[in-house]
Structures are given as structure tokens and as C-alpha cells.
């Protein structure tokens, strides 16, 4: 088993970050080989929405024309058992890093002109995703006031076929500069890596 995990945050070492080494950590101790791309460190140009990755059928993703980290990103993520994608929330999305590679998922889905929606290449399967996210706010009030988060991490595993979804969000953090994860935040994060390998 593979799990991979795509960071979107700004902070190194942070909040988000720290959540997804624990998590990583609880999944190599479930026996899981493990992989952490981090966003910050790779160059991925803006979707131009040309849908040149989307004209051709058939279960393969569509190959983009851009010339950027993207396909070796994409290709590492073939290759996984698992996905945990996790983004604080900045402006009540998920952050301009973490969009811009969403943005390029749509090579998942084929969408030939002169239709309306995209169809799926991957169908749901026995892939798992664990998705991450943290806020300012207390955990009750960031569930529910920022559940578009939440839906837009959901929409990117099901492109890459995920069938079994869980999330992880963390409130009342990030509030001063100084700020880490608590020891029981850390272990729910750990505890979660455990299961996706599981």
C-alpha cells in the first residue's frame, strides 16, 4: 500500500504540515510506504481551460500541453493507494496553491466539445483519501461555516477514483504566530494515517 500526500500550505512545519507528517507517520506504522508532495516546492503553471487533456477517451487521464511538474506529480498519484490532500483554509477556500493544482485535475475527466459536463474517467473505487484542514475558528462553527472546503478536497479525490473519504479538520489554531498542534490533535491525526493504511 502507497499512500501519498499533497500539501498545500504556505508554512512548513506548521499546522498543516504537522498534521500530515503524523498522519503519514500513523500509515508507515500501519505498514504503508509513504510520499509527501509539497506545493510550495513545485512549479505548476495555471489551467488555461484549452480542455486539450480532456478531447481524447478511454480510462487514461488526458495529458496537458503545459510543460510544468504537474504530469510527475500526476504520475506519483497513479501509482498510490491512498491520497490525504490538505490545505488550511485562507478567504474560505482552500489556498491559491492547493486551487491551482486542483484546477489541472480536470486531465481526469473527459469532456469533448460540444458537451456539458465531464465524465469521469476513474470510476469510484477501492482507493481511500483523508482530507486535512484547519481555521482560526472553533471546529463546530469551521464544519459548518466553511463546508465548501470540504467539498471542493471531496470533488478532487473523486476525480482520482477515491470510493472511501475521511476528513480531519482542526479548529482554533494558527491563531498566534507561534502555534503547533496540540499532543491530541496530533494523535487524531496519527490515528487517522493508521486507518487509510488500514
Known amino acids: 500500500m502507497k499512500v501519498v500526500a499533497v500539501v498545500g500550505t504556505y508554512r512548513k512545519g506548521r499546522t498543516i ?16 510506504e509513504t510520499e509527501i508532495i509539497h506545493l510550495l516546492d513545485k512549479h505548476i503553471e495555471f489551467c488555461t481551460n484549452c480542455r486539450a487533456c480532456t478531447q481524447t477517451p478511454g480510462p487514461d487521464r ?28 485562507n478567504y474560505y477556500s482552500v489556498t491559491a496553491l492547493m486551487k491551482r493544482f486542483i484546477e489541472r485535475l480536470v486531465c481526469y475527466g473527459f469532456w469533448p466539445w460540444g458537451t456539458g459536463i465531464p465524465k469521469m474517467r476513474l470510476p469510484k473505487g ?25 467539498s471542493l478536497l471531496k470533488a478532487s479525490a473523486n476525480c482520482l477514483g477515491v470510493g472511501s473519504i475521511r476528513t480531519l479538520y ?15 490533535d496530533k494523535r487524531r491525526a496519527y490515528a487517522a494515517g493508521q486507518r487509510i493504511a488500514g
Do not use: H
Not at 495529458?63 to 501509482?79: N, P
Not at 482542526?170 to 491530541?184: P, Q, R, W
Open 17 to 32: 504540515d504537522t498534521a500530515v507528517e503524523e498522519a503519514l507517520r500513523g500509515a508507515r506504522d500501519g505498514g504503508a
Open 62 to 89: 488526458g495529458r496537458c500541453v503545459l510543460d510544468d511538474d504537474m504530469e510527475a506529480i500526476l504520475d506519483t498519484l497513479d501509482q498510490a493507494d491512498a491520497y490525504i490532500l490538505a490545505s488550511p483554509m
Open 126 to 150: 477501492k482507493k481511500q483519501a483523508l482530507l486535512i484542514t484547519s481555521s482560526a475558528c472553533p471546529a463546530f462553527i469551521g464544519r459548518i461555516a466553511f463546508r465548501g472546503v470540504f
Open 170 to 184: 482542526f479548529g482554533m489554531v494558527s491563531i498566534n504566530a507561534d502555534d503547533t498542534l496540540s499532543e491530541k
